[in-house]
């Protein structure tokens, strides 16, 4: 995965809150392997009508290009499944704006690149202002933690560790690799001192 | 002696392999669950031509895509192919596969403990958010995305920041008819969906302390609903009992030695929480959600809210659910007729809540048909030889065989489009058990309540003379 730190494109508003994953991905296209894209099922039962067809109101339909989204409180909200993240990275999301994510989506998106920036009550009330009318020109930078939109500018938080990840496009399985060293030793000891921590029984 | 510590300090200590400096800790991984949904992990691992790192830590159940109606049925072949896809990771990791067709299958947030491969101080991580059920156990346990499912399966261990300790401290007697579900809606609804997010929240009190595994297992189940990713509570004797002879569990002399270990793993008298919060047992009513979150929930004999009285962020949310739910400001809750009921789930779905519903549906017919999922191939055969079964067939409700069923609705197990359904599941997510289903959470009693009324109904009265 190739990190990324700056971020000039289309930012879309979709200011309702609890948008959880169930409505991100609906649990029937979740058996859909992933090489074949999951970006026409994102927000599938808000985004189409029962045959399918895209809803021509729905703010995200009207933006074609748009790459980042504006969104209520906890964001992505509920179930742990990353298709959540696939699906918003797959049509071509690359940060979400909330006041507060789920903790798990939080860490499932960095773990794709997709940046979760968490603003506050205030700024986000100014960006979903800013954006009723339609999408607008945005610009997000991960280091200096800041975002502009037209004469809107402000700060937002992200944890350290993730920042780095974004920016370096880190991938943790490399860098635990690298400590098996110490797993082993860990684990040795554990079976030592904690027995009772592996499975005893028939199998 | 150090400073006192919670529990979660505890946990927490003796599974960092290290701690880096940016505050990020790598904790080992006692026990690894997947499911047909970990799919997406088994071909990171190969995509990397990596191994399984610890077979013998890993286990594999068929739930989420479990047919529940008939075995053999599958709603389509994407649903087959999730099976078979599953049975041949297991197969090619030398990992230990529950089947459809064995006889210990189930949920598996129900298996695990029922088979003691949920411990007390294990760290438990499953690519499902409601892995924080097993924290019932004194376990750190843990929901996770693919992409740590991966890493779990190629390292046995995850990279995780330390949550905030929080601490839901319930204390006196639940009335009858009230259960753990209900003082999860009640925290749930007074602290909001996101109320613990970044915490691992543990429960204590008289209350809490008196409820069986099972209450307490859905007491944390539902942890994440209100935002946290870990909810726990201290082993005791009750663990114990329940744990005892289980298959995987410590025998003969490490039987003790593990419950010596087991009970220190409590918080200090003296920890520091971060955060804390106290509830009255007594205050607790059967509670039962209107909208589309899981904070959206009253006590039944409430009158649905109108909009300008909540603060606006809540005032919108509540305007699309009513429309959404069908529902109208100021109308009674009690007395909304429904179409159907589910009683299932890893929140709702052990021998302990299918006796409540039997209790309420004995001798008494639904009114609305309903389908009854029980948590494992094991519960389902206590079930039977209590007669649980041959009540809810009286009643006129489905008896069906175990998995996740209509919690999720992505094994054929829908509620229709715009149909109003009783549920004793864990999400009331828009589109959660099937396109423009309006789902109502409550506790088994309560469904059991709602089936034999045709509305959503206090259960107690029902329940009068009769626990």
Known sequence: ???????????????????????????????????????????????????????????????????????????????SREAAVYALVDAGICAVIAPSFGDIFASNAVNNGLLPARIDGALQGELATALAEGARDIEIDISARQLRLGTLSGAFELDDSWAKKLINGWDDIDLSLAQGMAIKKFKDLRYQTTPWAWPSGPD | MGAAQTMLDKLWGAHEVL????????????????????HHAFAKLKARGLALAEPALTFAVVDHYAPTR?????????????????????????????DLDDPLQGIVHVLGPEEGLTLPGLL???????????????????????????????????????????????????????SAKDIALGWIARLGTDGAQGHAVEYAGSTVRGLSMEGRMTLCNLSIEGGARFGMVAPDETTFSYLQGRRFAPQG???????????????????????????????????????????????????????????????????AAYAYMGLTPGQRLAGTPVDQVFIGSCTNGR?????????????????????????????????????????????????????????????????????????????????????????????????????????????RPLLEGRV
């Open chain 2, 351 to 459: 021998i302990e809540d299918l006796r409540a519903a039997a209790a309420v549906l004995a001798g008494r017919k639904a009114k609305v048909p309903g389908l009854i999922s029980p948590g494992s191939a094991q519960v389902k055969a206590q079930a039977e030889r209590e007669g649980l079964d041959q009540i809810f067939g009286a009643a006129g409700l489905e008896w069906a065989a175990a998995g996740c069923s209509m919690c999720v609705g992505m094994n054929g197990d829908l509620v229709g489009e715009g149909k109003r359904c009783a549920s004793s599941t864990n999400r009331n997510f828009k589109g959660r058990q099937g396109r423009g289903a309006r789902t109502h959470l409550m506790s088994p009693a309560m469904v059991a309540a709602a089936a034999v009324t045709g509305v959503l109904s206090d259960v």
């Open chain 1, 1 to 79: 995965m190739s990190g990324w730190n700056s971020h000039k494109g289309l930012a879309v508003g979709l200011p309702q809150a609890n948008i959880d994953t169930d409505q991100l991905i609906p649990a029937r296209f979740m058996s859909v392997p992933r090489a074949e894209g999951y970006g026409p099922y994102l927000l599938h039962d808000m985004r189409r009508d029962a045959e399918g067809r895209l809803r021509a109101e729905f703010a995200l339909n009207r933006h074609e290009g748009a790459s980042v989204l504006v969104a209520g409180r906890n964001f992505g909200s509920g179930s």
């Open chain 2, 253 to 319: 002399a490490g039987w003790p030695a593990a419950c010596a270990d087991w009970t220190a793993l409590a918080s200090d008298a003296d920890a520091h929480f971060e955060r804390e919060v106290w509830l009255d047992a007594g205050e607790i009513a059967p509670t039962v959600t209107w909208g589309t979150s899981p904070e959206q929930a009253l006590p039944i004999t409430a009158v649905l809210p109108d909009p300008a009285d909540l603060p606006p962020a809540k005032a919108e949310a509540a305007h």
């Open chain 2, 124 to 178: 438990i991580n499953c690519g499902d958010s409601h892995t924080s059920t097993h924290g019932a156990f004194g376990a750190l346990a843990f929901g996770i995305g693919a992409t740590e499912v991966a890493h779990v399966l190629a390292t046995q261990t995850i990279w995780q920041r330390k949550p905030k300790a929080m601490r839901i401290t319930v204390d006196g007697a639940l009335g009858p008819g009230v």
């Open chain 2, 19 to 38: 701690l880096r400096e940016d505050g990020v800790s790598l904790l080992w991984v006692d026990r690894h669950l997947v499911h047909e949904g970990s």
């Open chain 2, 70 to 98: 008939g075995r053999a049925r599958r709603a389509d072949p994407q649903i087959e192919r999730m099976i078979q896809t599953l049975r041949s990771n297991a197969t090619a990791h030398g990992v230990r596969l529950y």
